[in-house]
Every structure is written in structure tokens, then in C-alpha cells.
């Protein structure tokens, strides 16, 4: 929608990122709809994608369906130019780093990924280690380097998007690693630095299943819990800038110690070392041993619908914890959806149905029947598409996001 404002060149920049992603949403699509979708008035629509046209940005295609082939008057369609930019979207986990070449329409085009372990490595070794896998994506998909415009980086735990740190993760441990500063000196290009949970919601709004929600939530579980929140068209981070500690919200009076050093957090339940304690305590060390069992909640799902009554007792308290969590997330922001995104399919659907009863226990009825919770799977490639999309976003021009 239009922003008015006083600003004519920050009203300018809002308006082109707006035309840019209606096309985007569209494929292809004419000014006179652009119009009526944005709200701005066909001359601007006109000015603004002649000037997309003259950077190469857009392109315009020619249509005739029924009503103008009565008119004798071909329809005129504006798309993106997919090889007028490109970015990369690097996801690091604990074993494997992914890195993928996206277009300026976000679709991929090289995918290339490393296994290897990066939290006992030096500092430089780890930079080392992603520039190689990057080059090596660029080389593969033969673009020119001067096409690249910048790179989005995912790492779990807390980042600072401001100064491109990594302050405490899965993957580094408890390092400041300045990881977005050293990449960019490397590669001569823009980085982006970001926690999967907002990298997943910015995939789910460009590409997935938020694609035309206003307000939505997305919770990832993979080591612990996190939280993005998109509201009026952005990532809520709040005034530190590092967002939502979901996994810090309080869910029991158990007096579980959390690795933050409180009791009774959210990760404390639900976190992956607290699960493994968990079942180490209530099915043996020698089950986690087990082959098949590296992958914790899918062996848990598994034994469970096999009819271990321990695994379930498990998954159930878990299950309670977080819809306790999320109700927190229903009474503060009433999303119109919440996305929990699993790395574990099966662990999902065991799940979810005491989940959603504990998160209705827990919440304000209205507000619950606003708000739909859905489960789906997590892989590899939303989060580096969503990092890739943190860095188009930027290309498209979004004036009004104070993130950086």
C-alpha cells in the first residue's frame, strides 16, 4: 500500500520498493494493476517503472487476451530482469554450511554446501572456509562477480544484525566472531548477518506460506527456540535490535536450570541438550546410542508412534511447554498465523495437537480464534533463500527499515 509522508525522496524510494514488490508477487503483471494494488496514481506507477526499465530492472512483455484483441491493442506485462542482480544466502549450521546464488526474482540458481564442523575452528579458518565455499558457488553458476550485490548469513544463536556479530551460538560457541565484518573485507561485497528464525520469515513472506499475511510469527526449534515477528511489513526486533528471546520466556516451576543461567525457561523444556537430558534421564544413555537415534525429536516421534509410552510421555511435556510459550505470542501480538518450523517432520505432527490444546488453554479465546498454528518442515534451503531475501530487500530499496 502507498506511504504518504513529507519526504519527497524517502516517499519516492517507499514507493519503488513497493512497485518492485508487486511485480515480484505477480510475475508478470500491467501498470494499470500496479495502480490499483499500490494505491498510487498511474503517473506515478509510469515514472517510477520507466526508471526500473532504464536501469534494467524490469522488462516489458506483450500480452493480447480477448478483450484487447477487440481493441486490436496488445496488453503490455512488466517483469523482473532475473539476471539483473545477484546475492547470496549462506545458512551455517553445526555440520554443514549451505550457500546459494539467488536472482533478483529469488529463484535459485547454484546451491553449494560444505560439511564440515566450524565451532573449534580459528576465527580465519572459519572466514577462510565460507569464502571458499562461496567462490566456488559463484564459479559454478558462471556469473560475473560484479552482477553479485551482497550476502546474507544465517547463524543460530545471538547476532547483532547492526554489527555483524555472532555473540553466543550453537555452531561458535560463547566467541565474539565478527563474522559479517571479516566476509565483507574478504569478499568485497555487502553482508548481512541474521538468526534463522528471521530468515525463515522473510522466506515465508517472499516465497512460502506467509505470502500475503500481514501479521504472522514464525517459531524455529532446532538447538533452542527462537522467534521472529513480522508486523506492518518488517521484522520486529525491538530497541535492542536483537529481537524476540522466546526461548527466555517462563513456562514451568519445575526450577529446570537454563544455560542463560535462570530457571524455568522455555529452552530449559524444549531446547535440544535439555531434551537429551531429558531422555538420557527417563530412557537410558544406551537408547540415545542407538543407530538411527543421532537425530533426536525424529527418533522421539518415531518411538513413540511405535508405542513407547515413554517417548510420548516425552513428547507431550514438551508439546505443553511450547503451546504454553506461543499463548505468550497469541495475548501480546495476536498474529494471524503462527509457522512453527521443524527440522523434524514427525516430531511436528506428534506434536502439534497438544501443542495447539495447550496453547488454547492458555490463551485469550478471542485472540486464539484469530490466529491459526501450523507445522511444516525446515530445510536448507528456506534459510538461505530467506538470507538471499534479506540482501534483495535492500536492492529493492526499503527505505523505511531502520534494522541496519
Excluded at 13 to 39: A, D
Aim: glycine share 8%; charged share 25%.
Amino acid at each position: 500500500m502507498a506511504v504518504k509522508i513529507a519526504d519527497p525522496l524517502l516517499m519516492r524510494e517507499i514507493n519503488k520498493y513497493h512497485v518492485l514488490e508487486t511485480i515480484r508477487e505477480h510475475g508478470q503483471i500491467s501498470r494499470v494493476e500496479i495502480s490499483e494494488r499500490t494505491l498510487l496514481s498511474g503517473t506515478t506507477v509510469s515514472a517510477i517503472t520507466g526508471a526500473l526499465i532504464e536501469e534494467g530492472l524490469i522488462a516489458t512483455t506483450h500480452s493480447q487476451g480477448a478483450a484487447e484483441a477487440q481493441r486490436g491493442r496488445p496488453r503490455v506485462l512488466l517483469s523482473l530482469v532475473a539476471e539483473a542482480a545477484y546475492v547470496l544466502g549462506i545458512k551455517i549450521s553445526e555440520a554443514m554450511t549451505t550457500v546459494m546464488l539467488v536472482d533478483f526474482r529469488g529463484e535459485v540458481i547454484e546451491e553449494v554446501q560444505l560439511p564440515a564442523r566450524l565451532a573449534r575452528q580459528p576465527v580465519e579458518v572459519i572466514v577462510d572456509l565460507i569464502e571458499d565455499v562461496a567462490n566456488d558457488c559463484i564459479a559454478k553458476a558462471g556469473v560475473g562477480r560484479a552482477k553479485i550485490r551482497g550476502i546474507g548469513i544465517g547463524v543460530p544463536g545471538i547476532v547483532d544484525p547492526r554489527s555483524g556479530k555472532s555473540y553466543a551460538s550453537s555452531v561458535f560457541g560463547e566467541r565474539e566472531i565478527p563474522i559479517g565484518t571479516l566476509l565483507a573485507e574478504r569478499m568485497g561485497l555487502p553482508v548481512k548477518l541474521e538468526k534463522p528464525a528471521n530468515l525463515v520469515a522473510l522466506a515465508e513472506h517472499w516465497f512460502g506460506a506467509a505470502r500475503h499475511d500481514k501479521s504472522f510469527a514464525v517459531v524455529v526449534l532446532d538447538q533452542t527456540a527462537s522467534l521472529a515477528l513480522w508486523l506492518d511489513e518488517d521484522l520486529h526486533r525491538g530497541a535492542s535490535a536483537l529481537g524476540p528471546a522466546f526461548g527466555h520466556i517462563k513456562v514451568g516451576h519445575d526450577g529446570r536450570r537454563c544455560e542463560c543461567g535462570q530457571e524455568d525457561c522455555l529452552n530449559a523444556y524444549v531446547g535440544l541438550s535439555a531434551v537429551r537430558r531429558r531422555v538420557e534421564e527417563i530412557m537410558g544413555a544406551e537408547w540415545l546410542k542407538q543407530p538411527g537415534h543421532q537425530d533426536l525429536r525424529e527418533a522421539m516421534a518415531e518411538a513413540a508412534a511405535a508405542g513407547d509410552n515413554r517417548a510420548r510421555e516425552l513428547l507431550e511435556q514438551q508439546a505443553e511447554r511450547l503451546g504454553m510459550a506461543l499463548a505468550h505470542v497469541v495475548n501480546l501480538i495476536n498474529p494471524g498465523k503462527i509457522i512453527l518450523a521443524l527440522d523434524a517432520p514427525h516430531f511436528g505432527e506428534a506434536i502439534l495437537p497438544t501443542l495447539t490444546a495447550s496453547a488454547a488453554a492458555n490463551s485469550f479465546r478471542a485472540h486464539f480464534a484469530a490466529t491459526r498454528i501450523i507445522a511444516h518442515a525446515l530445510d536448507d534451503q528456506l534459510w538461505a533463500r530467506g538470507a538471499a531475501a534479506l540482501m534483495l530487500r535492500d536492492i529493492y530499496s526499503a527505505p523505511w527499515t531502520t534494522s541496519y
